[in-house]
């Protein structure tokens, strides 16, 4: 089992930056594949980026490459969601997931486990 805490959320400008944290409470977290979902208001909640559980692969949705970068840092139980570029449609709650048996969770179904989320509100 695998607790998630997203932190680093905020206000900001479009065309400004914003780095999201997951911090993971599990001593295997190396085993899990890690994700960053987000969920604008009346919306579902949609894929942003995956990273392997190594971080050797990642992925991301169209409409955040070259925008957004995601990272892992397994010796201290940390994931990351680097955000540039910033832009008003990118403001949602953005949730922090992790799978056992997934490489790259890209679809909610694939989720073990979700953190509680993190707004982001971009102004335009």
């Known amino acids: 089992q695998i607790q998630l805490e997203e932190s680093g959320g905020g206000l900001v400008q479009s065309g400004g930056s914003l780095r999201l944290s997951c911090r993971a409470s599990s001593r295997t977290f190396y085993n899990y594949g890690m994700a960053w979902f987000r969920q604008a208001p009346g919306k579902e909640r949609e894929f942003v980026a995956a990273i392997s559980s190594r971080g050797f692969s990642n992925s991301y949705a169209d409409f955040v490459k070259d925008r957004f970068t995601v990272s892992r840092d397994n010796a201290k139980n940390m994931a990351y969601l680097q955000m540039n570029i910033l832009r008003p449609e990118d403001t949602a709650v953005y949730f922090c997931?992790?799978?056992?048996?997934?490489?790259?969770?890209?679809?909610?179904?694939?989720?073990?486990?979700w953190g509680q989320g993190t707004q982001v509100t971009v102004s335009s």
């Open positions: 997931a992790a799978a056992l048996h997934t490489t790259l969770p890209d679809t909610t179904d694939r989720v073990d486990y």
